[in-house]
């Protein structure tokens, strides 16, 4: 009896001690993370390469035609400068009189080819005392010449307002001074390519076509 005892408390010690924890085994790093590791490359340092300082011997140069150039070149003349006849030094004109002038032929004109007269009236000695205007002598316009023919223009007094006049010329003029005694007028003739008349309807849209005349000056008193 007494032997069943000792062997019933030895089993009972036995059943209510907790088993040893067992020791825990080293893990190793997970295989995903040792794949997805790169190493870093080592950079390699720039190295810059300088331009070539002379072209290819292929290279195709640039066609002369291209280049633009700053070059002022004068527009051409068909035609000669006319060569004036009359009025010469010493005429004398006044206002009141009407004024013919008369120049030599530079040759056959086409239609739209006329002679133009520019004509002024000065104060003597006073800077920027002159005013003038151009006038188309639109009944030679197209003349068949020959070279050296007699043609004629006339500028009428000023109380022709229909017709080509110094009127207005005259006006401005002594606008500038009033005391004026004595003027000078002024005249030159050059060929011109007539485009019709200008947005004034009074003056033309012209075109030189030859270089100016030399300049007669005369007397005038106003």
């Not at 790169?38 to 810059?48: A, Q, R």
């Not at 010493?90 to 008369?102: A, E, M, Q, R, V």
């Not at 010449?145 to 110094?166: D, H, I, W």
Request: aromatic residues 6%; glycine residues 4%.
């Amino acid at each position: 009896m007494k032997c069943w005892l000792i062997f019933l408390a030895l089993l009972s010690v036995t059943a209510c001690s907790s088993p040893p924890t067992p020791t825990p085994t080293p893990t190793s790093p997970p295989a995903t993370l040792i794949a997805t590791v790169v190493p870093i490359p080592t950079l390699l340092p720039t190295v810059t390469i300088p331009a070539p300082t002379q072209p290819p011997a292929s290279a195709t140069p640039e066609p002369t035609a291209t280049r633009r150039t700053t070059t002022n070149v004068q527009p051409p003349t068909r035609f000669n400068a006319p060569a004036l006849l009359a009025p010469q030094p010493p005429t004398l004109f006044k206002d009141g009189n009407d004024i013919k002038f008369t120049y030599a032929a530079v040759g056959k004109l086409e239609p739209n080819q006329c002679y133009l007269l520019h004509v002024e009236l000065a104060v003597p000695n006073l800077e920027k005392g002159n005013r003038g205007d151009d006038f188309l002598d639109t009944a030679n316009c197209g003349d068949p010449g020959p070279t050296g023919k007699e043609l004629s223009f006339v500028l009428y007094r000023g109380k022709f307002t229909n017709s080509p006049n110094y009127g207005t010329i005259l006006a401005q003029t002594l606008a500038l001074a009033p005391e004026a005694r004595q003027l000078k007028l002024t005249w030159l003739v050059r060929v011109v390519q007539n485009n019709g008349r200008a947005a004034d309807g009074v003056h033309y849209r012209t075109v030189p076509l030859s270089p100016n005349s030399p300049v007669i000056e005369l007397e005038f008193q106003p």
